[in-house]
């Protein structure tokens, strides 16, 4: 079973920054797809960014240019920068695993941006 920890939430001005982390427990790590999606208030979890292999990645429209996710596989660990945050990046973000059958989520980290 794989567990996920998120950390690094906040609170944060418009045009701050955040970083988040998330590091899993997990036999198999350096091939699986981590990702990270959010969920504000009355809508949908969306997909934020993911990353697969070590450079392979893909972005949600609203964060490119902005937001960069990495992994640390000797960490088993996956970071999401954020830059230039906006009050439409409030929410809650999950940190997501992927690998064959398995899919996994943390318990999610709150995310607030301030006008």
């Known amino acids: 079973q794989v567990q996920l920890v998120e950390s690094g939430g906040g609170l944060v001005q418009a045009g701050g920054s955040l970083r988040l982390s998330c590091s899993a427990s997990?036999?198999?790590?350096?091939?699986?797809?981590m990702g990270w999606y959010r969920q504000a208030p009355g809508k949908q979890r969306e997909l934020v960014a993911t990353?697969?292999?070590?450079?392979?990645?893909n972005y949600a429209d609203s964060v490119k240019g902005r937001f960069t996710i990495s992994r640390d596989n000797a960490k088993n660990t996956v970071y999401l920068q954020m830059n230039s945050l906006k009050p439409e990046d409030t929410a809650v973000y999950y940190c997501?695993?992927?690998?064959?059958?398995?899919?996994?989520w943390g318990q999610g980290t709150q995310v607030t941006v301030s006008s």
């Open positions: 990353i697969r292999s070590a450079v392979i990645t």
């Open positions: 997990a036999s198999i790590f350096s091939i699986s797809t």
């Open positions: 997501n695993y992927h690998f064959a059958t398995i899919d996994a």
